[in-house]
């Protein structure tokens, strides 16, 4: 496991963006895939966006797509999920999650590690 620490999150403006960071301890960060999942109140956590260990692939959900951007800095041992254009039901806990030589994979389940979350609240 690896401890994952993040930030960034607020309340903001429809059309407004956020810089969500999930910083890893260890010296071990460029070894594990990185997702970001969501929760909203009253209903199940869902996949947001991946990246495998390499940086090769990415994913994200149909409702992010053209909007939010994955990225990775490992000698920061950091990943961010860029959110642009968001819209009222982005609105939830945002968490990140590590799996080790993981291939960015959208099932919450292969994670090992998760962070604490973090609120993105998104008004109209």
């Known amino acids: 496991q690896v401890q994952l620490v993040v930030s960034g999150g607020g309340l903001v403006q429809a059309g407004d963006s956020l810089r969500l960071s999930c910083a890893a301890s260890?010296?071990?960060?460029?070894?594990?895939?990185m997702g970001w999942f969501r929760q909203a109140p009253g209903e199940e956590r869902e996949f947001v966006a991946a990246?495998?260990?390499?940086?090769?692939?990415?994913r994200y959900a149909d409702s992010v797509k053209g909007r939010f951007t994955i990225s990775r800095d490992n000698a920061k041992n950091t990943v961010y999920l860029q959110m642009n254009s968001l819209k009222p039901e982005d609105t939830a806990v945002y968490y990140c999650?590590?799996?080790?030589?993981?291939?960015?994979?959208?099932?919450?389940?292969?994670?090992?590690?998760w962070g604490q979350g973090t609120q993105v609240t998104v008004s109209s």
């Open positions: 999650a590590a799996e080790r030589y993981g291939l960015a994979s959208p099932g919450s389940l292969k994670y090992d590690s």
């Open positions: 260890g010296r071990t960060f460029s070894s594990y895939a």
């Open positions: 990246i495998s260990w390499s940086g090769h692939i990415k």
